[in-house]
């Protein structure tokens, strides 16, 4: 079945670097890959998304790349403060005009920014 | 004016008891979702419905009934709960091809 993992588990970075999480997915067909954003004791809320016809978008301090042949991508955070410590998701899923499809999480990534 | 709220938001009961857990969600989306987050913080979807109607249904053991009365509403009954149950659930909603927006979410510890 449909499958998203996640790499690394944990990330620990010093303020002000970068930090990177990776997926990637197994359906070929997904086509729509959000990330979302957990603090602690939180709900999970979206932070930025991408559609598989477009293989960079950026906010900001955050961007998200898409390579579709690899079936890869991946968030990138740059000037890292401490606000940004918090759990990670990756996903992705298959949406068509006429049918639905599920959202496939990957199991995050615990990110900790050390002032 | 919260987009998603569910009921109540910590939930400690035995094991063995019935519990519902209620979501709202007043964004005028079609598609609403149960997810359960266990201590390893993993998302699994649960059920989702889609203007009342169950759309998915992920291997859930019966003693979970999803119920839609309409589609701004999505609540979860738990029959004979079990030590397993505890975990923090959350509700989520979102259009047919976009991002999902959560709840709360609801903590049950069983004892």
């Known amino acids: 079945g449909e499958n998203v993992e996640q790499h690394p588990s944990t990330l620990s970075v010093q303020e002000g670097d970068s930090a990177v999480i990776k997926c990637t997915y197994s359906?070929?067909?997904?086509?729509?890959f959000p990330w979302y954003k957990q603090e602690l004791g939180k709900r999970p809320q979206l932070i930025i998304d991408?559609?598989?016809?477009?293989g960079e978008k950026k906010d900001q301090r955050i961007a998200v790349t898409l390579n579709k042949t690899a079936k890869h991508f991946s968030l990138h955070i740059t000037e890292t403060q401490p606000e940004d410590s918090a759990v990670y998701f990756c996903?992705?899923?298959?949406?068509?005009?006429?049918?639905?499809?599920?959202?496939?999480f990957g199991p995050g990534t615990s990110l900790s920014v050390i002032p | 004016d919260t987009a998603v709220s569910q009921t109540p938001k910590y939930l400690v009961t035995q094991m063995g008891n019935d519990k519902s857990i209620k979501c709202e969600q007043n964004?005028?989306?079609?598609?609403m979702y149960w997810y359960k987050q266990d201590s390893k913080k993993f998302l699994k979807i649960m059920f989702s419905y889609n203007n009342k109607e169950l759309i998915i249904n992920e291997t859930v053991p019966n003693r979970f009934s999803p119920k839609s009365p309409d589609k701004a509403h999505l609540n979860l009954h738990i029959n004979s709960l079990e030590l397993g149950d505890s975990a923090v659930y959350f509700c989520?909603?979102?259009?047919?091809?976009?991002?999902?927006?959560f709840g709360p979410g609801t903590r049950l510890t069983v004892l």
């Open positions: 359906d070929s067909a997904s086509n729509y």
């Open positions: 989520a909603s979102s259009r047919p091809t976009g991002p999902q927006f």
């Open positions: 991408i559609r598989s016809n477009v």
């Open positions: 996903a992705a899923s298959n949406f068509m005009k006429t049918s639905y499809d599920k959202v496939i």
């Open positions: 964004l005028g989306h079609d598609t």
